[in-house]
Every structure is written in structure tokens, then in C-alpha cells.
């Protein structure tokens, strides 16, 4: 654990970033596009330290999204106990290959994550239609490895695990959207806090700008989770995604 001093123009810029990024989780997913940049642009750590940063950073915003929404989770809350150990399994995996990965090879990884993530969030309205269709194919051993390895992605490096886990539920759970979404935010609140305790004992988090970070999430995710249902959040989709696009071209540079 490190304690980076950071400036009070900083840590505000931190809070408000956190908010917006866990409010993006909330209603789209893909937050991370947005907090994850910020670490190396704004702060100038290592992909690697601004990755574990972020995870510590986001996952009380993932408690306050649940919150928010546990109104919605009474339809999808029996597929809780299913999905809860390979949930925390696939989370530890994630993160144990993120500190066994060495920095310049993290480096050069990042900008096909952010891609990746990016063009999850575009096809984010084929995974709503396939959501409204109940396409309820998958059976209890395959939902299990699905989750698993949505949840090693999400340890690993998160942006877009919350669209990844919405495509999956769509193949065994009934509900509406914004229902899978509500048992989303609990996954992703499991998945962030797991790989969090393995970050923080491992001493590869800067604290006092994950603290900031948290501050904002917090307000940020309970406050999108409440009002997600007035919200339409097509055109934060897209300009989440263009701007991920433009962040994984900035990161390839810099890998270079």
C-alpha cells in the first residue's frame, strides 16, 4: 500500500469522476472507461497500479447501486446463492493473473481491453433485445462457467464486465432489464470487493485517490440506481463507447 500525496484540486476532481463513473455502472456499465483513464492521465500511475486503483476505488458504488435498485432484486434474488462462489473464484483468478501479469506486458494489454469494452458498451441494445426475449437456454452447470469467467475478466480488469454479465443472465434468468440489472450490481459489487482485498494486501493500490474515488462512487451509484428507470441511457452509451475507443488508440500509443 502506497500513499500518493495528491492536490485538494485533485482529490475533488477524483470525487466527481467516481460519481460519474459509478453512476455510468448504474444505468449503462462502463464506468471504468472513464475512472481507469484518469488514474494514468490525471495522476500518472502505471496502468497496472491505476487498474487496481480503480477496482478499490469503484466497489462501494457497486454496494450503492444494489442498494439503490434492491427493489428490483426480489425476481432474480434465488440466483444468488448459484452464482456467488464462482463469482468470488472467478474474481481471485482475475486478480491473481493481474499481479502475476508484469507491467510492460499490462501495458500493451490494456488498450484491447478498453476496445473490447468499448464495443461491448456499442452492442449494448442486442444484449437489451436478447434480454426481452427471456431466452432461458442455459442450464445451471453453464450459468456457473459463465459467471466464472465474467468474473475473471472483472478481476482482472472490469470495464464491461457489468454488459457481459447482462448478456448471461439474459440465457437463464427471467426478468426485465433493469431486474438483471439489479442482481448485476450485486455481482459486480462481489467481484470488485474480492479482487479489492487481493489488491490491497498485495500493496499494489495507491490509497488516497481510491478514497476519493469511493467518495463520489457512493454517491454516484445510489443515486443513478434510484433514477435509472427515467433515464434513457442510449446517448451515454455512445459517448462513453466513442470516448473508450478514443482512450484504447491514446493507450496503444503509449504501449508503444
Known amino acids: ?144 462457467l459463465l459467471q466464472f469467467f465474467v468474473a475473471v475478466y472483472g478481476g482482472y480488469f472490469g470495464a464491461g464486465m457489468g454488459i457481459m454479465m447482462l448478456a448471461s443472465f439474459a440465457l437463464y434468468m427471467e426478468g426485465t432489464m433493469h431486474e438483471l440489472n439489479a442482481i448485476k450490481n450485486w455481482m459486480g459489487l462481489i467481484i470488485n470487493f474480492v479482487c479489492s482485498l487481493v489488491f490491497y494486501a498485495k500493496g499494489v493500490v495507491e490509497l488516497v485517490p481510491a478514497l476519493c474515488l469511493t467518495a463520489g462512487a457512493l454517491v454516484g451509484g445510489f443515486s443513478a440506481a434510484r433514477f435509472s428507470q427515467r433515464l434513457n441511457p442510449d446517448v451515454l452509451r455512445v459517448a462513453i463507447a466513442s470516448y473508450g475507443i478514443i482512450m484504447a488508440g491514446y493507450f496503444a500509443y503509449r504501449a508503444m
Not at 28 to 35: D, K, M, P, R, T
Not at 91 to 101: D, E, P, Q, R
Not at 105 to 122: D, Q
Open 1 to 144: 500500500m502506497t500513499l500518493l500525496t495528491i492536490s485538494i484540486l485533485q482529490g475533488a476532481m477524483l470525487v466527481g469522476v467516481g460519481a460519474v463513473a459509478a453512476g455510468i455502472n448504474a444505468v449503462a456499465g462502463g464506468g471504468s472507461l472513464v475512472s481507469f483513464p484518469t488514474f494514468t492521465l490525471a495522476l500518472g500511475l502505471s496502468e497496472k497500479i491505476a487498474n487496481a486503483t480503480n477496482s478499490v476505488g469503484l466497489w462501494p458504488g457497486s454496494l450503492a447501486g444494489g442498494l439503490g435498485g434492491s427493489g428490483l432484486i426480489e425476481k432474480t434474488k434465488h440466483y444468488l446463492k448459484l452464482l456467488v462462489i464462482p463469482t468470488v473464484l472467478g474474481s481471485l483468478t482475475g486478480a491473481g493473473l493481474l499481479l502475476t501479469t508484469s507491467n510492460l506486458t499490462f501495458k500493451r494489454v490494456v488498450p484491447v481491453l478498453i476496445l473490447f469494452a468499448a464495443v461491448l458498451l456499442l452492442v449494448q441494445p442486442k444484449v437489451k433485445a436478447l434480454v426481452n426475449r427471456h431466452l432461458q437456454v442455459v442450464p445451471a452447470w453453464a450459468a456457473v
